[in-house]
């Protein structure tokens, strides 16, 4: 079986859970790696092999011309990385959510991908939590009956969770097409933060089978109380005629169906867990492209565009119709349009995270 190379940038938090999970599977090896800092480059040199160090992606990538180029940076760097790993020759990028800061961005990025034939994950890897799948299984096998409606909350701000929510509703649908997103916005805080968002954003999106999505994120989101840490206060679900299935990001996953009655079980996000799987699914769709991988670019991308357009029309008024045609610059219209009023917590214990 064919090693594949990886060339990794960015050593913090994701980049090194990247490493550990592509150096503990022998379909990987892990050749290079990249950060700015010269300390976390070397700690994680260290702790991956000891494989080629550079603070300068693109002439590591050149040089060592892998199988994989995965950059788990910040979300202000997306489009350079893309084409760096484009240009290097890699048959595989895979990077972090969110797939970019506008639509703008977000369309080149789609662009470079087509162009150059690159296949692409974003890693919206909580998927393979137990939890997780036991609810697409719930909603898969028709229990819940005629499905109505997805929804998603959590506490944490847009650019970290809305991602996420969009993205496992959207597999719970099947990843039908949207049709028009509506939105409103509160809170500038998080307008000045590297994840650049609204403090809150509510809005609803149509998809075109006739599938109803909510969304609430941020400030105002509702409280999980089955979930004690507040990064995983997420509730992710579905209803149809004869149920609905839920998972909690840090609480297990429960559902009523008319013929199961009420069900329960245990489950909590994992990245030791969640990544092994993630990565596996690269080799494998690498070694036949007929196994696309589930956290493929073009699913992460239907997300990505429904994300937009809420901030769109958090920013602008109205629905905005998808798939979006035009690029823009989202968080330019919400920095000139969200209200400078004090966004209102849902949880006392926002407080620390939303000072403003
Ligand atoms: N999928 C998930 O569950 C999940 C969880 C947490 C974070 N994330 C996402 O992962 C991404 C990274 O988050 P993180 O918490 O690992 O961030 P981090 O700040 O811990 O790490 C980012 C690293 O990138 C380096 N860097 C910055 N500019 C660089 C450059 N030009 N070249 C090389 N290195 C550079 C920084 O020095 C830093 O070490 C974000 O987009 C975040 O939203 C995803």
Known sequence: ?????????????????????????????????????????????????????????????????????????????RLDFIKIGVQSGAKLIAFEKPVAMSSAEGLQIKQELEASGTKAVVSHQHRYGEHYKKVKEIVASGALGHVHTVYGTA????????????????????????????????????????????????????????????????????????????WRKCRIGAQGSEGFAEVMTGGGWRAVTKTGGYQSGPGGMDYNYDMPPYVQQMADWLDDSKNVHPCCFANAYKGFEIMSALYRSAAEGGQVPLPLTTGADEIALLKAKVPDKKVLLTLTESAKEYPS
């Open 155 to 230: 506490t944490g701000w847009a650019a970290h969770m809305l991602s996420h929510l969009l993205d496992y509703t959207c597999w719970f649908n099947d990843y039908a097409d949207a049709e028009w997103a509506m939105a409103q916005a509160a809170g500038r805080g998080k307008l000045s933060d590297l994840h650049t968002s609204p403090d809150y954003i509510a809005g609803m999106v149509h998809f075109k089978n006739g599938v109803r999505g909510a969304y609430d994120c941020g400030a105002g989101a509702p409280d999980v109380l089955e979930v004690p840490y507040w």
């Open 1 to 77: 079986m064919k090693q594949y190379t990886v060339v990794i940038v960015g050593m913090g938090k994701r980049g090194m859970h990247h490493g550990a999970a592509f150096n503990a599977n022998p379909r990987f090896k892990v050749t290079g790696i990249c950060d700015i800092d010269q300390k976390r480059l070397d700690d994680a040199a260290g702790k991956l092999g000891n494989p080629k160090k550079s603070a300068d992606a693109r002439s590591l990538a050149k040089e060592l011309k892998p199988d994989i180029f995965c950059f788990c940076t910040l979300p202000n760097l």
